[in-house]
């Protein structure tokens, strides 16, 4: 069975009982902890209200990390729910939540970085960020807002430079850790060539459909941690898959252990080592994804489950272009298809 100690996750429990895990992201050593399994807020098609009903319940059940971006319109409510939560008193200050933001691809110039973070905070309503990521490994021309994705405005990242301003964010204090997404090992290797503040965290799709075994060793040997999105597949939006929660040895796995299968799946994203993020609205898939930490999975499972077929669900043509930095699939994920 996998180690879950792979990134030193640590067994102590907050308040909320939910486990964390070391991020070190400083020259000095600095380190901050972040909840093991957070509340994502991306969506197809996205309902505001319906996200900030739903984070003061996730935070009465027992969430205290939840992910968010500027490029998913969900910045303004989970700011607002956030509030809500602390004049509830379900929370008694700030710092008893962890928010994740990200740099959006049209920020992601040496010069846009710091007032791109500053712009999410007041969108926020925060003071600081707990992580910032850089959300992709590609630029769109300066100015680009809107968030859609055209051929002509895909250019290369400066990363040298934007991950300058990515540690500058990290030293104002305006966020604690800073990491990436959808990174492959060749991308993660330049980026530690140079970065005086090595990544904390590599946010990327990963479930047992795509299990992302050699991105998860490097990682592991470089102390960069892994965040599993789409753990379920993201199974009815645009860019999510049925494969996981359609799949028979899951099924099975799940009338065995009298789990459903997308308490096997977390469950097995957890037995990796790796922190994760699930998305729920619904109060009783919002328990039902927290049941994963009391229960594990036998060696039998684990074997079952190593023979799923493996397909990316996330793979980003809309990235691709003959004239911009990435001409083929192959070149955007270096191989790890």
């Known amino acids: 069975m996998a180690n879950a100690a792979i990134v030193n996750m640590n067994m102590n429990m907050m308040s909320t009982t939910m486990p964390t895990v070391s991020l070190k992201s400083s020259a000095s050593g600095h380190s901050v902890r972040m909840p093991i399994l957070g509340m994502g807020t991306a969506a197809d098609p996205f309902d505001a209200s319906a996200l900030k009903a739903a984070v003061p319940e996730a935070i009465r059940l027992g969430y205290r990390h939840f992910d968010t971006a500027a490029s998913y319109g969900s910045e303004q409510p989970l700011g607002e729910a956030i509030a809500e939560a602390l004049e509830l008193g379900l929370l008694s200050s700030r710092e008893e939540v962890f928010v994740t933001s990200k740099l959006w691809c049209g920020d992601a110039h040496p010069n846009t970085v710091l007032p791109a973070l500053r712009n999410s905070l007041r969108t926020l309503k925060l003071e600081y960020l707990d992580l ?46 800073i990491g990436v997404c959808n990174f492959s090992c060749k991308k993660l290797q330049n980026l530690l060539s140079f970065s005086k503040i090595p990544p904390a965290v590599n946010q990327v799709e990963m479930s047992p459909v795509w299990q992302q075994r050699k991105l998860r060793e490097f990682c592991n040997s470089n102390g960069i941690v892994v965040t599993a999105y789409s753990p379920l597949g993201a199974k009815g939006a645009s860019w999510g898959t049925s494969q996981v929660m359609d799949c028979e040895i899951l099924k099975d796995i799940a009338e065995a252990t009298h789990r459903t299968v997308a308490q096997v799946s977390l469950r097995w994203v957890y037995e990796q080592g790796v922190t994760l993020l699930v998305k729920s609205t619904n109060k009783r898939r919002m328990e039902e994804n927290l049941s994963i930490f009391d229960w594990a999975l036998t060696e039998e499972h ?3 489950i190593n023979q799923i077929k493996q397909q990316r669900g996330l793979s980003r043509h809309d990235f691709i272009s003959a004239h911009g930095p990435y001409k083929s699939i192959q070149q955007l994920w270096d191989g790890e298809l």
């Open 132 to 177: 910032y990521l850089v959300h992709w490994p590609i630029s769109l021309k300066p100015g680009k807002d809107d968030f859609s994705i055209h051929s002509s405005d895909l250019v290369p990242m400066d990363l040298e430079s934007v991950w300058g301003g990515m540690e500058e964010c990290q030293r104002l204090g305006l966020a604690r850790a």
């Open 302 to 304: 684990h074997r079952s």
